[in-house]
Each structure stands twice: as structure tokens, then as C-alpha cells.
């Protein structure tokens, strides 16, 4: 045993920190550059709450300013295609290559790469709701108040937190060659069944049932509170339940698929 | 004794001086056996090629060496410890066989990304200058050559100046000048101290870079020496071969001792035969005619098809 090379005494890896911000810096500079990529996931919503949201300016149902109503759920579509596009197609794309496992196999620290992944989600989701936000003021006659645009802006961190775990899932089962198709399917019908796109309370009543069980409809629920246009009958608590159940289910489903896969690596 | 310490020891005696290697490790995937009770031994400042057909378990070994995978038996020591630690992982470094990196990342910032990961990595302008990026640094991945996507992830490999560098197919998509200077960088590496694992299809690559030489199929060893041991084993079974001009008749020929083969090509005969010298004596006593006399080993290619054929 003694004849074993002995390991110098240095740190195991670089600094841990300057990992992080580089990891993240790069991610985002890779999303970035990626067109196909920046330019739907902030185009999209750009779009289609200038078609649906802005056009609706002088639109007012029950004290409701329809402007500002679709901002809340146009904010929704936005943070969460950043979210499930950035991560779940992003890395499924990097496992099927083979540059996740170049990565693995370098002494990066796996949460790094997730953080990284992470972080940018949060980033993109921050410049999709800010330029909404702008346009709603600028073209929507929308009126925001800087608190609300604050806590605006703490639920798209949240919100892009709790889709980036559901993108993990979704890269860990998925694959690549199929993923965009399948983060579209499932991501345009739950977006429209959760009220991003036309009030909740305009869909027929049996489509409103599904709603409940889709955490975009939880997590814009909590946007539109904001405002003081949530859904009066049900608690907002049972939103925050919903949307962190479904954070800690989608956590644990990828940790018990990750392993499984471990194993029979 | 617990049945660990006890493989952890047979695991020491396998790899002895080695700083890497593996121990009967066994990797099923089903029914399939990829590697079959497989032990290898990497030392410092060696070049070691893995040689074998497609499908013959170098990329899995690759793999189990870099703890991508487990083994499904049998032990994996890289510095003495499981290759999954960290602190191992800060002195390894690999280039992979990989479909697609991120294309938009410009050279310099794959390069320092990747530097950051290490503890004490090489500066910047060394692996520019030691992978030849002079030029490039500036260019999105997506942009450059096959054989400049090829540098660009050997430089990403010595990025962190590791003392182990595991090679899959390094030079695939290089022209020959290009791959010459690669061999010329890994031998540097090697003089450095640093060892090297390579896995290639082009066997003069092996034979003009390895120390050692391990051919595997089927996820067993079946042959391991320098390069030059390997031909001389293989010229043990098929010989080899003697061409010149002779007069001599095919039936006198193959009446030789050893003699496996004759061919003519016009007035050229090449003659196979593992005894060559005592052949050749006979045929200068016979034939005082003989010109043009070339006797060649058989080159690393050819005994690599005699080692596993009819194996595969």
C-alpha cells in the first residue's frame, strides 16, 4: 500500500466559489448566445402579452385592468419556458452529447452545475418579467407600484426556482432528441389550462377544475395577489402549499431517478 | 480480515507501483459482460495504449478508471483511492468522446471555465501554447475544424496539469501533420512524469507513442508488451515475411521449414515463415540469384488482426 503515490496536501479543487460564479457566468453567457434559445424564451412572452395584454388597455372587468392582470400571467409564461427550456432541454441535450460526463469526469462539484443552471433560470426570468413590466407601463397604461414590482420580482425567484426542479425532472427522463417537442406539450397546454394566457375565470368551469393541479396555476395565482387579482375563493396559502409541494415532489422524483441510474451506470 | 481489506490488498498487489489501475473488475450491463474480469495497471510517466476492436470494452475501462461508473465487481484504485473523490478527480484529466460541446462558448472561455475547476491549473498561454490554440482563443467552438475542436479538448484535458491524462480517440478528425503534433505533446507529457492512457484506432499511433501496448476484446486482456513485443508475438504464430528475387520453384519454397505462406507478385516472392532466418539461409544456399532481399516484422496492425481474430 505504501508504494501508492501519496496525494500532495492541496485543496481537492479549485476555489469552490470562483466555480460557482464562473459556471454561472458561462451558462448564462452560453443561453445567451444561443438565439434560438434567448430570443423564444423572451420573444414569446414579449409577444403575446403585446397581442393579448397591451392591446387590452382600456379593458377593465369588475376593477380588474386587464393590462395588468395578463402582465401577471404573461410574467408566469415567461419565467417558467426560461425555466423548463434552459434546464430541461439544456441538459438533456448536454447528458445525451456527452459533455455532462467531460464535466463529471473533472473535479467540478456536481451542485455547481446545477446551481449554475439554476441561477440562470432565475436570470432570465428576471429580465423576461422586467421587460413585460416595462412594456405594461409604457404602452399597457398599467400602473405598478414599486412594492409590487418588488415582490414581482421575489415570486419570479421563487417561481424560477421551483420550474428549474421541475426542468431537472424533466432532463433526467426525457430524451434529447425529443425534448423540445415534449417541453412544448406540456408546457403550452398547463400554461393555458392555468390561466396564463386568458383569465382563469373566462375558461369553461370543468377546464377550471384541472386548474388546482397545475403548479403554474399556483404560482400565478401568488403573481396576480399582487395586484389584489387572485381568485378570492381559495387561500393563498394553499398556492404556496401547492407550488412547494410540487417543488419537493419533482426534487425528489430526479434525486430517486438520478441514483437509480447511478446504479445501473 | 473483512472480505474489503482483503480485496483492498489483492487490489494493492495488482496494482503494486502502479498510480492507477484497475483489479478483476468485472462491469455486466444484463447479460452482457462489457469488461470481463479485467486488470490493468497504469505507471508514472508511461504512455499505455489500449488496443482492441469495436465493442471490445477500452471506452468502458475508460470510464470505470474515471469513476463515470461503477464496476459491477472488482476494484477501481486511481492515487490510491476511489476515483470519485474529489481530491483524485483534481489530478485526472480526459478527453472524451463527445457528440457536441457548447458551440457558442468562445476557446479562451471553455479553457478558463476549465481551469477553474483545479486546484493549481496550468496559465492560460501554456495550454494555448502546448495544445496549439495560438489564433483561436478568440473563436466560438462551433466555428473551429474537426481537428482544432479535437485540440481545443486536449487542452481542456491538461488544463488543471494533471498527473493522469486518459485519451479516447484523441486524434480522430486530425490531419497528419496535426497528429503528429499531438503525439509530440504527449510525448512531452510523458517526459514531464505525467502518464498517459490512449485508446486509438490507428495502431501507428500507438505504436509510435506507447511504452506498453494492452490489447483487450471481449473485456479480457489478451495480449500486453511494448510494442515491439507485441509484433514479435504475433510473428510468432504467422511469422515473417521475406521478398526478393529468386529462381527458386513454389514447391521448394513452401518444402522450407515453417514456411506458412508464398506469394508472387511478377518475379517478387514474399515468403512467411516464423523460422525466417533458417529459411533464408537455405534459399541463399539454393540460389545464388537472390536480389532485392527485404525481411519485415509484421507491422503493429497486422499482428493486432492475428491477436484478435477469430476472438471477435
Known sequence: MASVAAVPELAPVGNVGRIFVKETKYEFVKLMRTRSFSASVIGFPVMFYLLFGVANKHAYSDNVHIAKYMLGGYAVFGLVGAALFGIGVGLAMERASGWLEVKRASPMPPQAYLAAKCASAVAFGLIIVSILTTLGIALGGVSLSLREFAMMLGLTVVGAIAFASMGLLLALVIPANAAPGIVNLIYLPMSFLSGLWVPIYMLPKWLQAVAPVLPTYHLVQLMLSVFGYQQRSVSLLSHWVGLGGFTMLTLGASWLIFNRSQQNA | ?312
Request: aromatic content about 4%.
Open chain 2, 1 to 312: 480480515m473483512t472480505s474489503v481489506q482483503v480485496r483492498e490488498l489483492q487490489a494493492a498487489a495488482v496494482i503494486g507501483d502502479g498510480i492507477a489501475g484497475l483489479s478483476g473488475v468485472t462491469k455486466r450491463y444484463g447479460a452482457v459482460r462489457a469488461l470481463d474480469g479485467l486488470s490493468l495497471t497504469l505507471r508514472r510517466g508511461e504512455v499505455l495504449a489500449l488496443l482492441g476492436p469495436n465493442g471490445a470494452g477500452k471506452s468502458t475501462a475508460i470510464r470505470c478508471l474515471l469513476g463515470l461508473i461503477a464496476p459491477t465487481s472488482g476494484t477501481v484504485r486511481v492515487f490510491g483511492q476511489d476515483p470519485r473523490e474529489p481530491a483524485a478527480r483534481a489530478r485526472i484529466g480526459a478527453m472524451l468522446q463527445v457528440a457536441r460541446i457548447p458551440e457558442v462558448l468562445k476557446v479562451r472561455e471553455h479553457l478558463d471555465l476549465f481551469r477553474s475547476y483545479y486546484p493549481s491549473p496550468l496559465p492560460m498561454a501554456e495550454i494555448v501554447r502546448i495544445a496549439k490554440l495560438e489564433g483561436i482563443e478568440g473563436k466560438e467552438f462551433g466555428k473551429l475544424s474537426g481537428g482544432q475542436k479535437q485540440r481545443v479538448l486536449f487542452g481542456l484535458a491538461i488544463a488543471g496539469d494533471p498527473d493522469l491524462i486518459f485519451l479516447d480517440e484523441p486524434t480522430v478528425g486530425m490531419d497528419i501533420e496535426a497528429r503528429r503534433g499531438l503525439w509530440e505533446q504527449i510525448r512531452v507529457l510523458a517526459e514531464r512524469g505525467k502518464t498517459v492512457l490512449l485508446t486509438t484506432h490507428y495502431l501507428e499511433e500507438a505504436d509510435a507513442l506507447a511504452h506498453r501496448v494492452v490489447v483487450i476484446d471481449k473485456g479480457k486482456v489478451i495480449s500486453e508488451g511494448t510494442p515491439a513485443e507485441i509484433k514479435s508475438q504475433a510473428a510468432g504464430t504467422t511469422g515473417r515475411r521475406i521478398r526478393c528475387h529468386t529462381r527458386l520453384s513454389d514447391e521448394f519454397l513452401w518444402a522450407l521449414e515453417t514456411v506458412s505462406a508464398v506469394a508472387r507478385q511478377g518475379s517478387v516472392v514474399t515468403v512467411t515463415a516464423t523460422a525466417a532466418e533458417a529459411v533464408l539461409r537455405e534459399m541463399l544456399l539454393a540460389d545464388g540469384t537472390v536480389a532485392n532481399l527485404e525481411v519485415t516484422s509484421p507491422a503493429l496492425e497486422d499482428a493486432f488482426l492475428e491477436l484478435t481474430k477469430g476472438k471477435g
